[in-house]
């Protein structure tokens, strides 16, 4: 548990090379006049497949760029830290799934931007953090309930022009990872005597303890020979003292 939470480079690293990407290709469509919209997710059509891989990548301005980005570095980067085993394949797995439901149950429009992802990541962190009952996890949920909660409500058609689909299929797909995944993270450290096979009568400790809860002769026995066996080693040097006393007076 303590290795798998433990942060190395690429809990910042990735998150960083990853939202570089997005703003690298809005500045690739700015510099260089061209639109990549066409690139997107359009449901139902073959050819807008393709929108599956490039969608996350691609987005309307910049101020629906940024919308996208500090919730996905920050989101992103608790993933690397807190699930890094699993975070490459939420990530991944993450865009083309919910791309995929997106591009199944989507209006005849194309649909762009990297919020299907974050709703992934959402309700992953939210939901695994829950099922894996670890205090962290847990804590962590609650942050991301917290910040992002309120993103609940773009999984609804109640705006003209946001992809609503790409937002529930983002939610679900991040549930169905935080059930598929349950054996993939960090587990509450178990002492000895929260284990299956733990038996109360072998156990050394409480050997020394009576079905009150009070202290057994045992160790009192224990430390009353303790204690003489301090008497006894005291006693004998005393002895060797006298007997070496004795020889000097005696010469």
């Not at 394949?89 to 299907?116: D, E, N, Q």
């Not at 992934?120 to 829950?130: D, E, H, Q, R, Y």
């Not at 005597?193 to 009192?220: C, P, R, T, Y």
Request: aromatic content about 18%; glycine content about 8%; hydrophobic content about 45%.
């Amino acid at each position: 548990m303590q290795d798998q939470f433990k942060f190395t480079t690429g809990v910042l690293g990735y998150p960083i090379a990853f939202v570089l990407l997005l703003w690298i290709v809005f500045w690739f469509e700015i510099r260089f006049h061209v639109n990549l919209n066409s690139h997107g997710i359009y449901p139902k059509r073959f050819s807008g497949l393709q929108g599956v891989l490039f969608s996350p990548f691609i987005h309307s301005g910049i101020k629906h760029l940024y919308s996208n980005t500090i919730p996905l570095f920050i989101l992103s980067t608790a993933l690397f830290y807190f699930y890094r085993p699993i975070a490459w394949k939420v990530l991944i797995y993450g865009i083309l799934i919910s791309g995929f439901l997106t591009w199944c149950i989507g209006r005849p429009s194309y649909h762009i931007g990297a919020s299907g992802l974050i709703y992934v990541l959402v309700s992953f962190t939210f939901f695994k953090g829950i099922l894996a009952k670890h205090f962290r996890l847990i804590a962590l949920s609650l942050l991301v309930i917290f910040l992002y909660g309120s993103m609940v409500w773009y999984t609804m058609p109640i705006e003209e022009g946001i992809s609503w689909e790409g937002h529930l299929s983002g939610l679900v797909t991040g549930f169905v990872f935080a059930v598929a995944f349950r054996k993939e993270i960090a587990k509450p450290k178990k002492y000895a005597w929260e284990q299956k096979d733990f038996k109360e009568e072998e156990d050394a400790f409480l050997k020394h303890f009576d079905e009150n809860g009070n202290f057994v002769a045992s160790i009192e026995n224990e430390i009353e020979a303790e204690g003489q066996s301090n008497t006894d080693v005291s006693n004998t040097e005393t002895t060797l003292q006298i007997n070496y006393t004795f020889k000097e007076n005696k010469e």
